[in-house]
């Protein structure tokens, strides 16, 4: 194992000559890095064609209720979203706030001064913060750019940036050749919700539990879930939203071959009723078309309405994807 490698680059073309000598032998060098702009440069020039590249983000919730040896919900659902994914801040009482506030920091200096010519780093995090505000809504760079008061192309970098550091993702919208009414302008998530909750200022559980972002952050939740459930299997998760000019929306799609598969995140209204935008999605797909539709909430458990079908299940397991 090569840890870090980022730091010796050099190690690269001598692992290239040690794999070609056996093309054979799969497997015998496992390569880490946490400088993601740097380590990936130097994979993708010396061994194209020779490796496999895993992502790891930060502990999914499955793997965090694991160690704690507890099932998650309730109060410790909202403790795990405002404390996030880092496996520090799992193994340890390390305080969070200093955490998040010393890695921000870091990130800055190492990562962002590396790759881009900030001028101004308070930009930066002044980005962030406000980038972190619209977690699990549309993208609107333009109003992102005169809220920081940079231009648009700067925002479109500095997102970038975002998203190579695996900090954020952008979902795209689901849509079809069949309609031209659909909302084409992706919505932007962070990846930890305890880095997006830190960056809006919040603290304490009460704090998460009172705050008009609560439904923001539940559904950065679940998509953080679904994207590390993919990710663990060496996937990428095929992952996007839908939402009409009518405002008829599914909080998230994920396509299966001709059919999809719908996902619904409510926190505070946990009715098991169909949504409009399940109504109108089933009607541009066709409902033979629509393989399950989860309803997903803070409630433990995992069950199937009788009157409309729905699967109603937590934002843990989220057993439904492997259905």
């Not at 799969?26 to 702009?37: A, E, L, V």
């Not at 895993?54 to 507890?70: D, V, W, Y």
């Not at 970038?160 to 689901?174: K, W």
């Not at 960056?199 to 994207?227: D, N, P, W, Y």
Request: a neutral charge; glycine letters at 6%.
């Amino acid at each position: 194992m090569l840890d870090e490698v980022q730091y010796a680059p050099a190690l690269l073309r001598h692992v290239k000559a040690a794999i070609d000598k056996d093309r054979q032998k799969c497997g015998r060098f496992f390569i880490t890095g946490s400088h993601r702009f740097n380590l990936m440069e130097g994979v993708t020039e010396s061994l194209a064609g020779r490796v496999a590249v895993l992502e790891c983000h930060t502990l999914s919730a499955l793997e965090i209720e694991k160690h704690r040896g507890e099932a998650i919900g309730g109060d410790s659902l909202i403790d795990m979203i405002l404390r996030g994914g880092y496996p520090e801040l799992q193994v340890s009482e390390l305080d969070s706030q200093r955490f998040f506030s010393d890695y921000i920091a870091t990130y800055l200096e190492r990562d962002v001064r590396s790759v881009l010519e900030v001028r101004n780093l308070r930009d930066f995090q002044r980005f962030m913060r406000l980038a972190a505000l619209r977690t699990g809504q549309l993208l609107n760079m333009a109003s992102l750019a005169a809220d920081v008061r940079v231009s648009v192309p700067t925002i479109s970098s500095w997102l970038s940036v975002l998203e190579t550091s695996g900090i954020v993702q952008l979902v795209p919208p689901y849509f079809s050749n069949a309609s031209k009414r659909l909302i084409k302008t992706p919505k932007l998530f962070f990846l930890d919700t305890g880095l997006a909750c830190f960056l809006c200022g919040l603290r304490k559980g009460e704090e998460l539990r009172k705050s008009a972002l609560l439904g923001q952050m539940f559904e950065t939740h679940v998509l953080g879930q679904i994207v590390r459930w993919y990710a663990n299997r060496g996937l990428h998760a095929p992952v996007h939203f839908f939402q009409d000019h009518a405002r008829h929306e599914v909080d998230f799609v994920i396509p299966v071959g001709n059919q999809v598969k719908l996902y619904e995140c409510k926190w505070a209204d946990m009715s098991e009723r169909d949504t409009p935008g399940l109504q109108a999605m089933r009607k541009l797909v066709g409902p033979e078309n629509v393989l399950t539709t989860s309803i997903i909430t803070p409630r433990r458990g995992h069950y199937r309405n009788e009157r409309n079908g729905a699967i109603i299940e937590d934002s843990i397991e989220l057993a439904s994807l492997a259905e």
